[in-house]
């Protein structure tokens, strides 16, 4: 019997110390999150004229990408990591599903504003409650989606007219470039580097800084694959800002409740900073510029 007892006290223990070890990861993250959107908030306050609410002019990130390849689910996404949601996924944005049918319809609407607000909170610990109070409004433009059949000055085109469209929406600070992982198909893998190619070209002659974002990681299978995939749209690009990730959906799980992914909050987190930075240098080279005039 001592024996047993002894068994039983060391399974106990061991699964305190499991029990323990896991909270005390969980809380780590919550805290690494609260500080990426604590850096947001005080880098938008570095903004020339806009501190936090009520402001005029929030933050504006343009979302270009093809029909298909994630770029409203990420708007989607980043509105859930931004407003610290749980539960259901909240759709914001229209989702084009995958197959062939939307590639030969026409893309009619426009172009659509999504205000997502952000707030800078975590946990209960007295040394953050002077932060709870503190809250943003970020800017995204979900544009119509580019058809993947695109290619070469044709899709160019088409960026070209998304982006005069969208100036005249007032100013873009920064965009994010949203194309789909093609899985390990080295023939498809080629057609999305040409497409990254190709769209942050003309981003780039308009004088806009970018984020490329590619979505649906899971498809590359390995890690190794992941970190290749990403080094050769680093080139392609010509920007290191370089993520890829997987995007809550409505699919998810095929649940009613969408469970948070650390990762997926991580990376889009880092990839909001990295637009704010951007922002912040665009206002003041806007600035600069009519001191000039």
């Not at 930075?277 to 665009?282: A, D, G, N, R, T």
Request: glycine share 6%; aromatic share 6%.
């Amino acid at each position: 019997m001592s024996t047993i007892s002894l068994v039983l006290k060391l399974v106990a223990t061991s699964f305190f110390a499991i029990a323990a070890a896991l909270s005390h990861r969980k809380l780590r993250r919550e805290e690494v999150l609260f500080f990426q959107r604590r850096d947001i908030l005080r880098r938008i306050s570095f903004f020339p004229n806009v501190g936090t609410l009520p402001f005029s002019q929030p933050p504006k990130i343009l979302i270009l990408g093809f029909r298909g390849h994630g770029k409203s689910s990420f708007i989607n996404t980043a509105c859930r990591v931004l407003s610290g949601e749980d539960g259901p996924l909240m759709l914001r944005t229209d989702t084009a599903p995958l197959g062939t049918g939307p590639w030969t319809t026409p893309v009619t609407r426009s172009d659509r504003i999504v205000k997502v607000l952000m707030r800078c909170s975590w946990g209960e610990e007295e040394e953050y409650e002077e932060e709870d109070d503190e809250a943003v409004v970020v800017e995204m433009v979900d544009t119509p989606g580019f058809s993947p059949m695109l290619i070469g000055n044709n899709l160019k085109e088409e960026v070209e007219k998304t982006l005069l469209r969208s100036s005249t929406m007032g100013t873009t600070d920064c965009v994010v470039v949203v194309v789909r992982c093609p899985g390990v198909d080295v023939e498809k893998r080629m057609g999305v580097l040409k497409m990254i190619g190709d769209l942050t070209t003309v981003v780039r002659d308009h004088g806009l800084n970018m984020v490329v974002v590619l979505t649906d990681k899971n498809a590359m299978n390995k890690e190794i694959y992941v970190e290749e995939l990403r080094k050769e749209a680093i080139v392609m690009s010509r920007t290191d800002c370089v993520y890829v990730i997987d995007n809550y959906t409505s699919e998810t799980n095929r649940s009613f409740s969408t469970a948070n992914n650390f990762d997926t909050h991580f990376n889009v987190l880092a990839i909001i900073r990295q637009c704010m930075e951007y922002s912040v240098i665009h206002r003041n080279n806007q600035n600069n510029h009519k001191e000039i005039h």
